[in-house]
């Protein structure tokens, strides 16, 4: 998925220069009304810009870019309730809930090594 948006990236970033700031506010984890704000763009055009760069509506970016970054820190073994905060969620309910929704498995089920069938 990272490469799929960063290849999206490469082919928007000249089409629209607004493209990596969006890209590096949300991932700061700026609020979209703040990334916008910074831009001088409405709410409205900054989804429409997220949208064509990313293939996603800038709340949607901000939810993988934020699950990204805990599947990181839970695979290097923090554990799972500071996963949480310093991944930006406001609790480890938060986090297992939009891993979840995300992917479809627990974030211990993204993490744990898979085991074979006997």
């Known amino acids: 998925m990272r490469s799929a948006v960063r290849a999206r990236l490469a082919r928007s970033a000249a089409l629209d220069p607004a493209t990596r700031a969006i890209a590096t506010g949300l991932r700061k984890g700026r609020t979209v009304a703040d990334v916008a704000w910074s831009?001088?763009?409405?709410?409205?055009?900054?989804?429409?810009?997220?949208?064509?760069?990313?293939?996603?509506?800038?709340?949607?970016?901000?939810?993988?870019?934020?699950?990204?970054c805990a599947l990181r820190l839970a695979r290097a073994g923090v554990p799972l309730a500071e996963?949480?905060?310093?991944?930006?969620?406001?609790d480890q309910a938060h986090l297992s809930h939009?891993?979840?929704?995300?992917?479809?498995?627990?974030?211990?089920?993204?993490?744990?090594?898979?085991?074979e069938l006997a």
């Open 39 to 68: 831009l001088g763009l409405s709410e409205r055009q900054l989804q429409r810009r997220s949208v064509t760069a990313f293939g996603y509506a800038p709340k949607t970016l901000q939810r993988i870019v934020r699950f990204q």
């Open 83 to 90: 996963v949480a905060v310093t991944a930006g969620y406001t």
């Open 98 to 115: 939009d891993v979840k929704r995300l992917s479809g498995v627990s974030l211990r089920g993204l993490v744990s090594p898979v085991r």
